[in-house]
């Protein structure tokens, strides 16, 4: 219900956007140059007139066939249309008119190919990177390296996007224990390295997924993941200036999380690949050390013990809810319930309309005995609740639901006002809430 009503806002927003933007459309394009063309198309395609920014597209191809930025535009407006056969050949021509400049066109071409394919275009990308990087002035006494960790093969799921908190030069920057991650003063040389040492390690990130999905059977796919991540570990070998040695915490974000972003993601990687062997004690130690990078500070921020300055009031979490869903998953697989309830509690805070995310937190409580049936009891038939208003596509996990209330026994309005898990959370808030108001009368 609410997500549709949100749908039905956007399309609103869009509808008004396409208006305004089809006024502005140029009544000659054939007088434009090619810049001022390209530059008319992304305004229509702002806008979501596509039609009108594709006839842009083709006036300025032939204008300048094997002008790369307007084949490069015309492949990103391939892509949003649908048409992948029309972005692949936009960019393949991108490629071969500039093969050895512009990693952006192998990072696209990559999303769209498979196998060895794609891994081939990952590393020319980063190999563009690495000497772009290597042209520019590092800061003294940091390596940004430790996010281009040379040719090494790696990647783990997406799962950052959109929570970059600070800029690259920010997150880069070093600092001392006392205060982990000051800002320091940059050139903008320095600057555009860190930012492209980001790049790289999302690109090393992006090669490690493709190992655990179309290459997992290739038999160095976990020989790569293992050794990104130990050259990823903020206390490993490709330490940047600034972050924790091994055994201190690593609770330092936002500042740094551009940093840790790729240890945590190679943890991650390690975690769900150890499960699909059934290695469930390593798996547990992996997915262990990805929560020590965002779980204390952000639990911190959550319950209002957090410095001001130290987190995005908006995005307050640096993982991507989806991300977090998927590490709630795993901590229940390795049993480890407590970590797993403390993550979903946390995403119910941003989100109570998920059938995912109830079910987890039923499934959780029903693995750890009778004593915690009340509470799933609660949480399945919350589940069930918001699928009735917002259906959940995977019907497997919908089955599973079913056969648990079977089990459980139907559900009795009220039970929650002793047992049901909102209230526990209002209760611990309470409690926080007690105990701030406490030492404040202490100190007075």
């Known amino acids: 219900m609410g997500k549709n009503k949100t749908l039905a806002r956007r399309q609103r927003r869009r509808a008004a956007a396409t208006g305004q933007r089809g006024k502005a459309a140029p009544a000659d394009p054939e007088s434009l140059s090619v810049a001022e063309l390209l530059a008319a198309a992304q305004e229509e395609m702002d806008g979501f007139q596509y039609e009108a920014a594709q006839a842009l597209c083709r006036t300025a191809l032939v204008k300048e066939p094997d002008n790369v930025a307007a084949l490069e535009t015309s492949a990103g407006l391939c892509l949003e249309v649908g048409n992948l056969d029309g972005a692949r050949h936009c960019l393949g021509r991108a490629i071969t008119v500039q093969p050895e400049s512009g990693h952006e066109k192998y990072m696209s071409m990559a999303q769209l190919m498979e196998g060895r394919e794609a891994l081939q275009c990952y590393h020319k990308g980063i190999e563009i990177l690495t000497r772009k990087m290597s042209s520019l002035p590092a800061e003294e006494g940091g390596d940004e390296g430790a996010m281009a960790v040379g040719q090494d093969k790696a990647r783990s799921p997406a799962m950052l996007e959109g929570n970059e908190n600070l800029s690259p030069a920010e997150a880069e920057a070093g600092g001392s224990k006392a205060s982990p991650c000051p800002k320091a003063p940059q050139t903008p040389q320095q600057k555009e390295r860190a930012g492209v040492a980001r790049q790289v390690s999302t690109a090393h990130c992006s090669v490690a997924e493709l190992f655990m999905t179309d290459l997992c059977d290739e038999e160095e796919a976990e020989e790569v993941c293992r050794r990104l991540h130990h050259k990823g570990h903020p206390g490993g070998p490709h330490q940047p200036r600034g972050l924790p040695a091994h055994g201190e915490p690593l609770c330092v974000w936002p500042p740094c999380w551009s940093v840790l972003a790729f240890y945590f993601s190679l943890a991650w990687t390690l975690a769900s690949f150890l499960l699909v062997k059934q290695e469930v004690e390593e798996a547990k130690q992996y997915i262990g050390k990805s929560l020590e990078v965002w779980l ?135 409690e926080d809430e007690d105990e701030e108001a406490d030492d404040t009368m202490d100190t007075s």
Request: with cysteine.
């Open 296 to 430: 204390p500070h952000y639990k911190a921020v959550r319950e209002g013990k957090a410095d001001p300055g130290t987190f995005d009031p908006v995005e307050v979490c640096p993982v991507a809810f989806g991300t977090r869903l998927s590490t709630a998953r795993i901590l229940i697989e390795v049993e480890d319930h407590a970590s797993a309830l403390e993550v979903l509690e946390g995403l119910l805070e941003e989100d109570d309309e998920v059938v995912d995310l109830w079910y987890l937190m039923g499934w959780s409580n029903y693995l750890q005995g009778e004593e915690q049936h009340e509470a799933a009891q609660y949480c399945l038939h919350r589940a069930l609740q918001v699928h009735a208003e917002v259906p959940c596509e995977d019907a497997q996990l919908v089955e599973h639901l079913k056969e648990l209330m079977e089990e459980l026994g139907p559900y009795t309005e009220g039970e929650e006002s002793e047992n049901g898990i909102e209230e526990e959370l209002d209760d611990i808030s309470e």
